[in-house]
């Protein structure tokens, strides 16, 4: 079985403020440390419950958090951003995905450092649902037949996996929000148990996770802060200007869509919010 790891940082044991996952401040060390921390517990016991394979696919920000120093034998890391598939690069091929150190879509309430793949989504929409960094990978990976099978993070963006992926998906909280930046936290060797019993828990029940497959051709809608960022966005060929801060695209997969989307918001992103 080979296991594919989307690995983000804002949803890992202990991080609660931007400060923890920018690379350019003194906390970055503590959010880095607590990221490789969560996704050692869940890569070693993938390879314990018998993976043939785990990838895993540093997915956030500059995408060089994790330090190949620190990856045990028999793990293979996808490290550097420039990815067509950004943060679900190389997915295709594997049985089971598990997006760890995750957190919760924009507009999420006690969610920690909740955001849709930058700060200036206000919200995503896939045929009319709203979804989030996790429910736009997953549709991503449901394009090439493979299965979201685990989620780490608070308990905002597990409940957020349940709504959109339904019971079968196995979620693992280590934290609590109580705010946007404020959590109730548990301490490291817990949530290293935790995400362990998580990962025999997922790959046991493995095969009958079912890949999340929005349908396509598809409609994806992206609304932004203010009308300029539209603006900056409106001109990408086949973009249609819904209303002033909205803006959709017909997309023939989800592939398709998420570099729509990708492209739409780095140039959004271009405008101050
Ligand atoms: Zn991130």
């Not at 906390?27 to 018998?50: I, K, N, P, S």
């Not at 995408?63 to 045990?72: E, Q, S, T, V, Y």
């Not at 090439?144 to 608070?154: E, I, R, S």
Request: one cysteine or more; aromatic letters at 6%.
């Amino acid at each position: 079985m080979k296991v594919y790891i989307s690995c983000d940082m804002e949803g890992a044991t202990g991080v609660v403020r931007w400060e923890q996952v920018e690379h350019d401040k003194p906390e970055y060390e503590f959010g880095r440390a607590m990221q490789l921390h969560d996704l050692l517990a869940v890569a070693e016991a993938a390879l314990e419950c018998g993976a043939d394979e785990v990838l895993v696919n540093d997915s956030h920000s500059r995408m060089i958090n994790l330090d190949a120093r620190r990856i045990p034998k028999g793990l293979r890391l996808v490290s550097g951003s420039g990815k067509y598939l950004s943060m679900m690069e190389q997915v295709e091929g594997a049985d089971l995905a598990f997006f760890v150190c995750y957190h919760a879509k924009a507009g999420t309430l006690r969610a920690i450092l909740d955001h849709t793949m930058s700060g200036n989504t206000f919200d995503l929409t896939l045929n009319g649902v709203s979804v989030g960094e996790l429910g736009f990978n997953a549709a991503v990976a449901g394009h090439f037949g493979v299965p979201p099978a685990l989620v780490t993070g608070d308990a905002a963006v597990c409940r957020e996996a349940k709504s959109v992926f339904g019971d079968d998906v196995t979620t693992c909280v280590v934290k609590e929000g109580v705010a946007r930046t404020s959590a109730v936290l548990l301490p490291p060797e817990e949530t290293a148990a935790l995400l362990q019993k998580a990962v025999k828990e997922a790959m046991a029940r493995g095969r009958k996770a079912v890949p999340y497959r929005p349908a396509f051709p598809g409609r994806v809608a992206l609304t932004v802060f203010n009308c300029a960022q539209a603006d900056a966005a409106a001109g990408i060929p086949g973009t249609i200007r819904e209303s002033g801060r909205t803006l959709t695209f017909e997309a023939k997969d989800a592939v398709e869509a998420y570099c729509w989307f990708r492209s739409a918001l780095s140039l959004a992103g271009t405008v101050p919010r």
